[in-house]
C-alpha cells in the first residue's frame, strides 16, 4: 500500500501544498480536507480555533489513518502544533511562515549591494491577521530575521480573493490597490514571505504586478520535509490516489474539486460525516 498524506486547511489554500507534494512525491496518495464550514480561520479567536483544529484533524485522522498529517495552514499552525503531536501519533509537518529563508535571502542581495548585511535589508510578511499576531510569529522574527528589518500585513482580502480565484476564475480586482503602498512606504520591500498558504495561488498576479519584489512561500521546503519523513516511492509505484473532503453539508467545494481534478482522477470526494465534529455548528 502506498503511504497516504492528510493535507488540512479551513479553505483552498493548502492546494498550494498539495501541488508542492504531488509534484514532488507523486507516488503517494494524498486526502485533501479543508473545513469550510468554519472558513475563514484568519479572524478567528485562538480561543475559538484550537478546539475546532483539534477536533477536526483528529477525527479525520481516525476515520481516514493517514500516515502524516500537513497542516497546510499557518493560521492553524502557528497556534496549535504543539497540541496536535500531542494527541497524534502520526508525524504532523505544520506549515509556518518562510521567514528564516526570505531573511536569508534579503540579507545575501543587501550584503552583495552594500557591503553590509543589515542595511537595505528589509522584508515583508503578508499573513492572517490572527498570524501577523502571533507569539509563534513573533519568535520567528526574533530568531531569524533578527538582522531585518519586518514589516507586516495582515490580509483578510487576499485570502477571499485567493478562494475566489480557484472557485469562479474571478481575478483580485483591488490587488494593487490593497498592497503598492505597503510594499514600497517607507522602504520598498525586496522579499515578501506568503504566510497564508492561500496567497502563493495568487502568486502569477503578484509576479505581474511586482515583478522586483522576491516571494517566498513554504510549499516547495513543506513538500521535502515529507519526502525524509516519508519512504522514497520510485517511478515504478505509480501515482497515489487523490480524495476531497469538506465540513459544510451545505457547500460543495467545487473550486477545489475541481483544481485536484486537474492532478489526477479523484478517488473519493465526500463531506465528512457531520457528528464526527462536536463543533460543527459553532460557526453557523
Ligand atoms: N490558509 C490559511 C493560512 O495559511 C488561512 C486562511 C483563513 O482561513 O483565514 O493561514
Not at 212 to 218: G, R, T
Request: charged share 20%; net charge negative; proline share 6%.
Amino acid at each position: 500500500m502506498k503511504p497516504s498524506v492528510l493535507i488540512f486547511d479551513s479553505g483552498v489554500g493548502g492546494l498550494s501544498i498539495l501541488s508542492e507534494v504531488r509534484q514532488l512525491l507523486p507516488h503517494l496518495s494524498l486526502h485533501y480536507l479543508m473545513d469550510n464550514e468554519a472558513f475563514p480561520y484568519g479572524l478567528k479567536t485562538d480561543e475559538e480555533l484550537i478546539p475546532r483544529v483539534l477536533q477536526v484533524c483528529t477525527s479525520a485522522v481516525r476515520e481516514l489513518k493517514p500516515d502524516l498529517l500537513i497542516i497546510a495552514c499557518n493560521t492553524a499552525s502557528t497556534l496549535a502544533l504543539p497540541q496536535l503531536r500531542q494527541q497524534l501519533d502520526i508525524p504532523v509537518v505544520g506549515v509556518v511562515p518562510a521567514i528564516k529563508v526570505a531573511a536569508a535571502l534579503a540579507a545575501e542581495q543587501a550584503a552583495e549591494q552594500t557591503d553590509n548585511t543589515t542595511a537595505g535589508c528589509h522584508i515583508g510578511l503578508l499573513a492572517t491577521p490572527a498570524t501577523v499576531n502571533r507569539t509563534y510569529t513573533d519568535d520567528l522574527i526574533r530568531d531569524f530575521a533578527g538582522h531585518c528589518n519586518v514589516r507586516r500585513f495582515g490580509s483578510k482580502e487576499l485570502v477571499q480573493w485567493a478562494e475566489d480565484w480557484i472557485t469562479h476564475q474571478q481575478p483580485p480586482q483591488d490587488l494593487f490597490t490593497h498592497l503598492d503602498q505597503w510594499l514600497r512606504q517607507p522602504e520598498p520591500l525586496t522579499h515578501v514571505v506568503l504566510g497564508c498558504t492561500h496567497f502563493p495561488l495568487l502568486k502569477a498576479q503578484l509576479q505581474q504586478l511586482w515583478p522586483n519584489v522576491c516571494w517566498v512561500d513554504s510549499g516547495a521546503a513543506i513538500a521535502r520535509r515529507v519526502a525524509d519523513l516519508l519512504p522514497a516511492g520510485t517511478a515504478a509505484d505509480g501515482n497515489g490516489f487523490l480524495q476531497c473532503f469538506w465540513t459544510d453539508i451545505a457547500k460543495e467545494p467545487g473550486g477545489a474539486i475541481r483544481y485536484l481534478e486537474a492532478l489526477g482522477q479523484l478517488s473519493r470526494c465526500a463531506v465528512l460525516p457531520a457528528d464526527n465534529f462536536l463543533y460543527k455548528n459553532q460557526f453557523v
